[in-house]
């Protein structure tokens, strides 16, 4: 699928020119004021699991359409929908008409308590359980999925019908740095020049772990994780287990999106930066993709970054969505 790029580039200020720079700094810097009030919904799984969403109404200045789209927006590893860059897109897809579902995967934000299986790479069963709820909902409705890192490489397997497919699908995406090639995502975050990101990652799942064990959900102690593991090693202790695979490698084949990016034929966009630096570039330049993919690669913008010098709150990445989505939304209302 051919797009129109954003006529701007992610031009990094002097000070964050480096992928570690701009991944660090997208974490830290201000984020644009935000005081949107939303209501409280919950989509219950096959598994009798639920997930909590919160909802946001269209802003009353935007203009009417004929047909309603909800964007359903999923957050990264670690994460839950208070995130900042969860918030951002509120923004952007109110203003533009569309109600918001910004989704807790299992057991994070509010969805605390609520479900005995957990979240991974592969939960595209979950992402289309959570489409397939807007549509029982309101049959007409059009869906747009957004996904960032983790849940972006989610997203894209649920677009090509990858783990236990085939899958409700949203009718357009935009996937934000997925990591589609799971083992070597693995093996850039655990490299020891990469010990931050890894003991970053690791402590959020680490927090997870034991949050489950506090509600009663796991054993105490049955799974032994701690700080001083590697991701892949809490991958082998905790996630494959739980999610039904062999071993980290089996979780890490069975889940990444590569293999099945070929197969996506809705309107999809993949924003994602050669600089990130446990993302391997490489993936992307020799992957299949079907016909409904426009893959924007930037120069800069880390993982989650895209600190720009030309840009309010010098956030490029909700500029370049920001374009992408007037995009998607005039082929949806065509």
Known sequence: MKLDRP?????????AKSGYLQTL???YLRSPPFSATPTRTEITLADGDRLVAKVFA???????????????VFHGLGGNDERHYMRRVVDLGVRRGCE??????????????LARGIYHSGVAPDISAVVAEVHRREPSTLVIGVG???????????????????????????AVNPPINLARCSELICAPHHFIYNLYFLRGCVRYVRQREADGLIQQGRYPVHLRMSL????????????????SLDYYERSSAMPHLHRITQPTVIIHAEDDPFIDPADFHRASFGSGVHLHLEQHGGHLGYVARDQPYRRWLDYGMGHYLDQLLSLLRA
Do not use: Y
């Open 7 to 15: 006529s701007q580039p992610c031009l990094p200020p002097r000070f």
């Open 25 to 27: 700094l997208g974490n």
């Open 58 to 72: 269209p802003s009353p200045e935007s203009p009417e359409r004929a047909r309603k789209v909800v964007l359903c």
């Open 100 to 113: 918001v579902w910004t989704v807790n995967h299992r057991g994070c934000g509010e969805g605390r308590g």
């Open 148 to 174: 960032f890192s983790l849940s972006a490489n989610a997203l894209l397997l649920c677009l090509g019908d990858g783990m236990n497919g085939p899958h409700h699908k949203p009718d357009a995406a935009i």
């Open 232 to 247: 892949k090693e809490f991958d082998d202790a905790f996630t494959a287990p739980m999610g039904g695979f062999r071993d």
